[in-house]
């Protein structure tokens, strides 16, 4: 999975927000930071995860805090794309699952991939 190895875990109430359309690459944390409260109506310091993805779709941004600090990971593909969603004016932001966001990374169109929904039991 994608938190897999890291030195940090992700909540089960963590979020995972797509920037949809493209954004400049060029900006780190000051910038993303700007683009999550401005663009995407959110707070970089949740603790979700805000991804962000350039022009040609082989480069993706994640911005997410953690304690007293941020995390900016980056991924660069080689050869092939990153499936992502074009920017509408009224749906500047695209939720996913963190399960959803490993796929994605691992080269799935989301638009053609979805796993089982999530059940909650209760005994009575």
């Not at 663009?39 to 304690?67: A, G, I, Q, Y």
């Not at 920017?87 to 080269?107: D, H, I, N, Y």
């Amino acid at each position: 999975g994608f938190a897999r190895g890291l030195m940090i875990t992700l909540g089960a109430h963590t979020r995972v927000y797509l920037a949809a359309g493209t954004t400049d690459m060029r900006k780190a944390i000051d910038g993303l930071s700007v683009l999550v409260q401005d663009v995407l109506n959110e707070d970089p310091l949740s603790s979700h995860l805000f991804v962000f993805c350039n022009r040609t779709r082989d480069k993706l941004k994640v911005l997410f805090w953690h304690n007293n600090g941020f995390w900016l990971w980056y991924r660069r593909l080689e050869r092939q794309r990153f499936w992502w969603p074009k920017s509408e004016a009224e749906t500047p932001v695209v939720e996913l699952s963190v399960r959803e966001l490993g796929w994605l990374l691992e080269g799935l169109d989301l638009t053609k991939t979805k796993g089982h929904d999530v059940t909650k039991y209760t005994l009575f």
